[in-house]
Structure formats: C-alpha cells, structure tokens
C-alpha cells in the first residue's frame, strides 16, 4: 500500500507521455494489480499502480491483457564469440566477457521476440573461476553493466586429473585462498560490491558453495538447482539465491520438487535461460510446468522478472516497472503463466520495438 502510494505521488510528464492501461499489471513483485496504469515518458517509467492519473495530452493505450516487465534471461552464452573460457589458467578474475560480444549476433533477435529484454552473458563454467559475466539489452546489445557477476564453479567439472586443481579439496581450498587473500574481483566479491554466481552440479559442490558463501559473506546465488531438494536449509543459511536449471517438457520430477521445496524455504529463485542450448521460449515452459506442480503463480512470474534480476546483481536495473526505471515491458493477450497466451507487443526504453499493428 505504502508503495502505491508513493507511485501515486510521483508527478508525471506531459504531452510526450504514453498511458498504458492493461487488465492485469503485474509489477515484477507481489501480486498482479487489477486494472492497472503504466505511465511512461522520456524511455522511463514515470508512474505505475491502480488509479494512477493520466497525464493531460498523453496518448492513451487500452490492452485487454497482461503487461509485464520485460522477461529476465539469466545465464547465456548468447551473442559471444569463441572466448568463452581459458583453460590455461584456473583463476581468471579478471576477465570480462563483455569483450566477447557479437552485437549483431541473431540469437539477441530471438530472445526478444520471445520476451526476453535483458539477459546476463555468461562466461562459460569448467574452470574454478572464468571471470565476470555482462548484463545487455537484447534489442540494440546495449551493455548496461559490463562487471555483473564473478563466475565460479565448485563442482567436479573444474578439477582436472593434470593440472591444479586436481581434487574437490585442492579445488575449494583454491577459491578458499583466492577470497582469504582479497585481491581484485576476488576483494569486491568479498567486500559485497560484486555479486558471484557459483555453479553447482550436485550435493557436494551445493554444499561447497554454500559454505564459501558463509565464510567470506558473499552475495549472488547458486547456479544449479536439481540435487537443492534435501539442501534447503543449508542454501537458505548461505544467503544465496537459485538461478534453477531449466524445466524442459521430458524433466524427471525431481527438478520440479527441487524448485518447489526451494520456494518453500524461503530461498530466492530465478529461471535460468542457459541458451543456446535451450530455446528461449523454455523460461515460460519450465514456469508453467512449476505452476502446474504447485509453485505460488506470483513466485514463478517473479523468477522471470523482478527476482531473477536481482539475484542476478541487476536488480537495479532490471526485471521491474518502477518509477525512474527503463520502460521495458511485455504486453501479453493473457498471463505469461498459460502457454496459450500470445506475446503481442515488446517496448524497450519506452519504445515499441516488436509486435502491434505494424506487423
């Protein structure tokens, strides 16, 4: 209530102002708000609610549907060249993949025809530390934060039989030594002005994870959230989120158990992407099926959009229509929830960029 009305209060713009009044607005938290109005102006979202005052002269839209944020694709390894990771060397903290991205590339297209406005570019796991993934716009490749998140991994997948690490042990008394001695990336991990993302692959490397977590209070989230199910409460007391590897059609019921029991405990969730290898249209698959298995409807919308960024460390730029944040959203014939609904239109900075008459 509070924050309604604050919206309400906020002044908005004049005649170069675009109202958007949907059936369901939903905000990237909470519950969706019936009958809502989007007020948006200068590529910024000058105002959202219920009974939010359209500004004298502003062009008017009626949509008979959902609008929502723009989607949220966590974990890509969209529009990047071959400079995914360096096996040469078992800590690169401080290399960005940013200086990897193809701009141009057609899998930007694809994610944003499907809804997806903002995703995070991955630097690929494999090795215990393979340097800071990028948040970008996926219409124009516009980078927003070239030093997202530390990327991490804590499983069997960055040991090799040749090389150092060589064990589990070696590999997590690596990362152990790395925080402890707080040297660039490693020292603003730390100190909590970089998020990290720690990829796990099983039991062991969540609990790996979850302990480096809490002993150099580092805030970000897991990557990996199968084997989470019997692991709630240790995930829980690390403070990280779950980016959840994607629910497929064909996925076995433990993946959905894992998701719910998260939900459950309180822990913050996110539906990873991991593209290419899955289309982007999985998100809004995997969300329906969680719904489907007894997943909060708000908690799975929330895990494409408002949560998912910020667990992502790009909670302040994305996955949420607030007031002074870009005007990037969806607008849906129905919830994004039910696999019938049609993706209509999709505005980024205030602009419509895909779908509407036009087409």
């Known amino acids: 209530m509070l ?142 934060d070239r030093e997202l998140q530390l990327c991490l991994d804590v499983s069997y997948g960055a040991v090799r039989t040749d090389e150092h690490p060589t064990s589990l042990g070696s590999l997590h008394e690596l990362l152990d030594g790395a925080f402890s001695l707080g040297a660039g990336s490693f020292g603003r991990a730390a100190s909590g002005e970089l998020p990290v993302l720690i990829r796990a692959r099983d039991r062991l490397s969540i609990r790996a994870a979850a302990d480096l977590a809490k ?65 982007p249209e999985t998100m809004r698959v995997g969300a329906a099926m969680c719904v489907r298995a007894g997943l909060d409807p708000n908690v799975a919308l929330a895990a494409m959009t408002g949560t998912a960024a910020k667990i992502s460390g790009a909670g302040d730029h994305a996955g949420v229509l607030a007031v002074g944040r870009d005007a990037d959203f969806i607008l849906w014939s129905g919830s994004p929830l039910e696999l019938s609904s049609v993706l209509e239109e999709v505005w980024v900075d205030g602009h419509r960029v895909h779908g509407g008459e036009d087409e």
């Open 3 to 144: 924050q309604l009305v604050l919206l309400l209060a906020i002044p908005v713009a004049g005649s170069d102002a675009v109202v958007i009044r949907a059936d369901h607005l939903y905000l990237g938290h909470g519950a969706p708000i019936e009958e809502g109005v989007l007020v948006i102006s200068d590529g910024k979202v000058m105002a959202a609610g219920a009974g939010v005052k359209t500004p004298e002269g502003a062009v008017v839209i009626e949509h008979e549907g959902w609008l929502t944020p723009g989607l949220f694709g966590a974990f890509t390894m969209d529009a990047i060249g071959a400079e995914r990771r360096d096996d040469t060397r078992p800590l690169m903290p401080e290399a960005r993949i940013v200086h990897s991205l193809r701009p141009h590339a057609a899998s930007l297209g694809r994610n944003l025809r499907a809804g997806i406005t903002m995703i995070t570019i991955n630097p690929d796991t494999g090795r215990p530390c393979s340097g800071v993934s990028a948040l970008v716009k996926t219409h124009g490749a516009k980078v927003v």
């Open 215 to 279: 002993a150099h209070g580092l805030r970000g989230a897991l990557f990996g959230s199968y084997w989470t199910e019997g692991l709630v409460d240790e995930v829980a007391s690390s403070g990280l989120g779950v980016i959840c590897d994607p629910v497929g059609i064909a996925v076995d019921r433990r993946a959905l158990r894992s998701v719910l029991a998260l939900a459950k405990g309180g822990v913050d969730i996110g539906f990873g992407l991991v593209s290419p290898a899955n289309a």
